[in-house]
């Protein structure tokens, strides 16, 4: 939950007078109670809240019934995200005592929105409102009306749900820890994504003490003889660094390369983003910074390729945008260079936190988790489409039952537009953050408005390469000619493929040539789909000269 440090310091000064005003407090107290009460706001106010919250239970075991002791454990529990618990601390310091802290009732209202409590968390909210009505500096902090205004899209969305069926991807891919950013390869029959769960790479540690949480790379097959998803591995190869954080943000058309976010505490210290490229043997090796300009002293994070190759969108934390974390476009200008980053403005960006961009096949649909616009509670997942001209439109929430009052991110789907995946930490996973599948043939969400059937007018070529040998041609030439005689150049990967969104419902001529071999032309007719981005696949076959 989001909490301004002017507001937590109110709240830490305040306690700390009661507290010392007590004048039933002997001089055992004095030396145990109070000591413990200030060190534990001191330990809040610098973010341990671990250890405040060990120091504010012994606390209330001493004082089960002290209000403002109450208070703060539940404001506590609410910083580690731990709804029951800061519902119930926060509930028995408001029966004892209403004014047991100045944010008693903001705080109160926040689990209530975390725990779909939707007519609580209004009532908690507007009464904290009401009692600071005179007092618009505190009603700005607080941010008491962004609160409010998550209550009111969270009716309004759970009262028109969307035609999509949301399905926890079960215990093959989750596990009791976090799991999280979910890639499709474009083959559709590969998911890699990102987990915390314990490996080799969590060191040796202390008896009692928890082992560190580093992120690692896995990945899972889908079985066409079970239609489900196999069992989930850490992916081999090199881009599992022992003893760093390792996450998996993007991955190229072609699955050639796979974007990464790293901090080793050594040349990726503090974050930045990285770029791994697939062996012959099918393996990932060692990631790569991508450098100056994406990578900054400042965090970055969530960078995921166009399905052309052309444009990396990210998230930083560097000054210049519109609120802490913002979505910047960097374009490639050669092998490994990309151009200074570009902030994709207010329609995208907002003052609260903007990430985990993902490009949708057609090329023109950025889907994105933020916790601004419209959004229910946390993290939301919205979408916006640019026009020709490249300006982006107005932010649209996926609505519920994709959103919830959870957080949601780092929404990708399938090249038929049929199939979605992202993350929660909604109720009902098997622990942290899950996995989640959504079924969406019944709601087009490349669609204009997302309710209608009214296709964007765009589709999917791709396809390989080869030799008469079935050898794979790197760096074939692919020419496009449409029907007005405009002509657009592509060079086929290193595995020979190739893959452009092109204008649908169109004809075109199509060439591949390769130095060497006799040049092969097609005729190609590309439909529209009325469901999402049509996709067709032509491969071309290349004889020697």
């Not at 505190?138 to 609160?147: A, G, H, R």
């Not at 589709?459 to 002509?487: C, F, H, P, W, Y």
């Not at 595995?495 to 390769?514: F, R």
Request: net charge negative; glycine share 8%.
């Amino acid at each position: 939950m989001k909490k301004l440090l002017s507001v937590i310091t109110c709240s830490v000064a305040i306690a700390a007078v009661s507290v010392a005003q007590n004048n039933n407090t002997n001089i055992i107290d004095k030396t145990g109670i109070d000591l413990k009460l200030f060190n534990a706001h001191q330990d809040y106010l610098r973010g341990d809240w671990n250890e405040a919250l060990a120091l504010y239970k012994e606390a209330n075991t001493a004082k089960p019934n002290d209000a403002s002791i109450l208070f703060h454990l539940g404001q506590t529990y609410l910083s580690l995200n731990d709804i029951d618990n800061a519902t119930s601390n926060l509930e028995k310091a408001e029966n004892i005592d209403p004014n047991a802290g100045d944010e008693l009732h903001l705080d109160l209202g926040q689990a209530y929105l975390s725990s779909n409590m939707l007519d609580k968390a209004q009532k908690e909210l507007e009464m904290y409102k009401q009692k600071y009505a005179d007092n618009p500096k505190v009603i700005k902090e607080s941010e008491v009306d962004y609160y409010l205004g998550q209550v009111a899209t969270a009716k309004k969305l759970e009262a028109s749900p969307v035609k999509a069926n949301v399905t926890n991807m079960g215990i093959s891919i989750n596990s009791e820890y976090d799991d999280k950013s979910p890639l499709l390869a474009n083959d559709g029959k590969t998911l890699i994504f990102t987990s915390s769960r314990p490996s080799m790479s969590t060191g040796h540690v202390k008896d009692g003490q928890t082992p560190p949480a580093f992120d690692n790379v896995y990945s899972a097959e889908w079985d066409s003889t079970t239609n489900k998803w196999g069992l989930s591995y850490m992916m081999q190869g090199d881009i599992n660094e022992p003893y760093a954080q390792n996450a998996a943000t993007g991955v190229s058309a072609d699955g050639l390369y796979l974007f990464m976010f790293k901090n080793n505490g050594s040349d990726a210290s503090g974050g930045d983003i990285f770029v791994a490229k697939k062996a012959h043997s099918g393996a990932y090796g060692s990631p790569v910074t991508l450098g100056h300009p994406v990578n900054t002293s400042y965090y970055e994070d969530g960078a995921s390729l166009s399905p052309d190759g052309g444009a990396l969108y990210f998230m930083s934390e560097k000054p210049g945008g519109y609120g802490q974390a913002d979505i910047y476009r960097s374009d490639k200008l050669g092998k490994t260079q990309w151009s200074e980053p570009v902030n994709l403005g207010p329609a995208i960006n907002t003052p609260y936190d903007d990430g985990a961009p993902s490009m949708a096949p057609d090329g023109k649909t950025l889907f994105f988790s933020s916790q601004g616009h419209n959004s229910m509670g946390g993290y939301d997942i919205f979408k916006s489409t640019a026009s020709d001209s490249g300006k982006w439109g107005t932010a649209v929430n996926l609505g519920y039952p994709i959103n919830t009052v959870s957080n949601e991110k780092n929404f990708t789907i399938s090249i038929d537009a049929k199939t979605g995946y992202f993350s929660s930490d909604r109720k009902g996973g098997q622990g942290g953050r899950d996995l989640y599948m959504v079924d969406l043939t019944q709601y087009p969400v490349l669609a204009a408005d997302s309710m209608s059937k009214h296709p964007k007018g765009l589709s999917i070529l791709r396809g390989t390469v080869l030799n008469q040998k079935s050898k794979t041609i790197e760096g074939a030439t692919i020419t496009i000619t449409d029907s007005t005689g405009t002509k657009i150049n592509l060079t086929t990967s290193s595995e020979g493929k190739y893959y452009i969104t092109l204008k649908a419902h169109a004809t075109y001529k199509v060439k591949a040539s390769a130095k060497g071999y006799k040049p092969t032309t097609k005729t190609v007719k590309l439909p529209e789909s009325t469901m999402g981005t049509y996709s067709l696949e032509e491969n071309f076959e290349l004889e020697k000269d």
